[in-house]
Antibody, heavy 119, light 110 residues
Framework: QVQLQESGPGLVKPSQTLTLTCNVS??????????WSWIRQPAGKALEWIGR???????SYNPSLRSRVALSRDASMNQFSLRLSSVTAADTAMYYC???????????WGQGALVTVSS | QSALTQPPSASGSPGQSVTISCTGT?????????VSWYQQHPGKAPKLILY???ERPSGVPDRFAGSKSGNTASLTVSGLQADDEADYYC??????????FGGGTKLTVL
C-alpha cells in the first residue's frame, strides 16, 4: 500500500520560503516508471501543478512558478521536497504531493498540507 | 500554456448520464493522448478515475468513460449516483513535460 504524507509549517510569512516534504512509504522514489509531483489548490479553486522530480533527480516546473520553485529529493529517506520562495498571500493553498505513473496520471495522492501565507 | 477549459457546473438526475468537456488547443489536447480525469469530494484529495483518455484504474466502475475528439476530451458518467456528486478535473501531460489542469467542473446530482 503506497502512502504519501506531506509535512511542513502551516504558516509562512510573506516574502519567506515555503518548504514542504513528502514522505513516501510502500514504494521507492527511485523506482523506474514514476514521477513525484507537487500540486496545489487554493480554497475553492482549481488544481495547479507545481512541478515534478524524476527517478534520476531531474525536475520539471510549471512555467508560471519556475523562478521561485525548487524540488529536491532524499533517496535515503525516501522523501522529496518543495521549496517555494518569496511567497505572498496568493500562495496560500492546500499543497498535495502525488505519485505519477509515466503517461498514466497521478495515481496516488497525499492527504494534503494547508499552508497559509500571512504575517 | 493556458489551463484547460471545463464548464463550471454540470448536473443530472440519478440514473441519468452526464458529459463533462475539457477543451484545449491543437498544441495540447489535440496533440497528446495523455489526458486524465480526477474526482474530488469536498475536503478530500483528488482521485484518479481515467488516464490516457479512456483507461480506468482498478476499482473505478465502468460507469466512468472517457473520449477525445480534436481539441476536446470528455468524461461521461452514466447511471448517476448520489456519490458521484463531486468536483471533476481534467489534466494533460503534454509538451515539454508540463502538466495542465482544467478549471474543474462541479457535478450536482439532482
Amino acid at each position: 500500500q503506497v502512502q504519501l504524507q506531506e509535512s511542513g509549517p502551516g504558516l509562512v510569512k510573506p516574502s519567506q520560503t515555503l518548504t514542504l516534504t513528502c514522505n513516501v512509504s510502500g514504494a521507492s522514489i527511485t523506482s523506474g516508471g514514476y514521477y513525484w509531483s507537487w500540486i496545489r489548490q487554493p480554497a475553492g479553486k482549481a488544481l495547479e501543478w507545481i512541478g515534478r522530480i524524476s527517478i534520476n533527480g531531474r525536475s520539471s516546473y510549471n512555467p508560471s512558478l519556475r523562478s521561485r520553485v525548487a524540488l529536491s529529493r532524499d533517496a535515503s529517506m525516501n522523501q522529496f521536497s518543495l521549496r517555494l520562495s518569496s511567497v505572498t498571500a496568493a500562495d496560500t493553498a492546500m499543497y498535495y504531493c502525488a505519485k505519477e505513473r509515466v503517461g498514466a496520471g497521478f495515481e496516488q495522492w497525499g492527504q494534503g498540507a494547508l499552508v497559509t501565507v500571512s504575517s | 500554456q493556458s489551463a484547460l477549459t471545463q464548464p463550471p457546473s454540470a448536473s443530472g438526475s440519478p440514473g441519468q448520464s452526464v458529459t463533462i468537456s475539457c477543451t484545449g488547443t491543437s498544441s495540447d489536447i489535440g496533440a497528446y493522448k495523455f489526458v486524465s480525469w480526477y474526482q474530488q469530494h469536498p475536503g478530500k484529495a483528488p482521485k484518479l478515475i481515467l488516464y490516457t483518455v479512456s483507461e480506468r484504474p482498478s476499482g473505478v466502475p465502468d460507469r466512468f468513460a472517457g473520449s477525445k475528439s480534436g481539441n476536446t476530451a470528455s468524461l461521461t458518467v452514466s447511471g448517476l449516483q448520489a456519490d458521484d456528486e463531486a468536483d471533476y478535473y481534467c489534466s494533460l501531460n503534454g509538451d515539454g513535460n508540463i502538466i495542465l489542469f482544467g478549471g474543474g467542473t462541479k457535478l450536482t446530482v439532482l
